[in-house]
T-cell receptor, first 112, second 113 residues
């Protein structure tokens, strides 16, 4: 049974710091991995989708890496800003073409 | 392009009352998902549709929950009767097909008193 774990559960950093959020999954036979952002009281916004054949994906100040063999993904945020404050969730499909299994998320707070 | 639309955004009801949530997916998206998110947790799947067919409803509590997607476009999720433990956020998501990136709506926050 696939399980997704995210550490840390919460993170506070000053503005301008580079930071890394971690995601691990128990079954390495994943089809893809998706990172989301969730603001309080809002739905999920898709940030990055990494296919199983890819090692990383970049979008602006965000870079996500994937190491299937070790069951890990990281989300790197460069030069953090107060607007980056949110909960970040990673998710993998239960199997190809099925619904996502989510971690509990990392709540990020960036202070100015 | 419009995103996934959900209504209502908030709903407060008393226990044992019925409630319904509506979702309109992104145009052209064949796969539609209903997820349940409890406070401090990641979303969990309730049901997945491929067009109008429910292909994964193993997590749906069928004694009180029902869903439909009659024309393979918008969908309705119903709870009857609601219980206190149903208080949560109900999220709808869609994708072009089940192998593609999923896009989420803003969710409906249900409070059962």
């Amino acid at each position: 049974k696939q399980e997704v774990t995210q550490i840390p559960a919460a993170l506070s950093v000053p503005e301008g710091e580079n930071l890394v959020l971690n995601c691990s999954f128990t079954d390495s036979a994943i089809y893809n991995l998706q990172w989301f952002r969730q603001d309080p009281g809002k739905g999920l916004t898709s940030l990055l989708l990494i296919q199983s054949s890819q090692r990383e994906q970049t979008s602006g100040r965000l870079n996500a890496s994937l190491d299937k063999s070790s069951g890990r993904s990281t989300l790197y945020i460069a030069a953090s800003q107060p607007g980056d404050s949110a909960t970040y969730l990673c998710a993998v499909p239960r199997q190809a073409g099925t619904a996502l299994i989510f971690g509990k998320g990392t709540t990020l707070s960036v202070s100015s | 392009e419009a995103g996934v639309v959900q209504s209502p955004r908030y709903k407060i009801i008393e226990k044992k009352q019925p409630v319904a949530f509506w979702c309109n997916p992104i145009s052209g998206h064949n796969t539609l998902y209903w997820y349940l998110q409890n406070l401090g947790q990641g979303p969990e799947l309730l049901i997945r549709y491929e067009n109008e067919e429910a292909v994964d409803d193993s997590q749906l509590p069928k004694d009180r929950f029902s869903a439909e997607r009659l024309k393979g476009v918008d969908s309705t999720l119903k709870i009857q009767p609601a219980e206190l433990g149903d208080s949560a956020v109900y999220l709808c998501a869609s994708s072009f097909n089940s192998y593609n990136e999923q896009f989420f709506g803003p969710g409906t926050r249900l409070t059962v008193l």
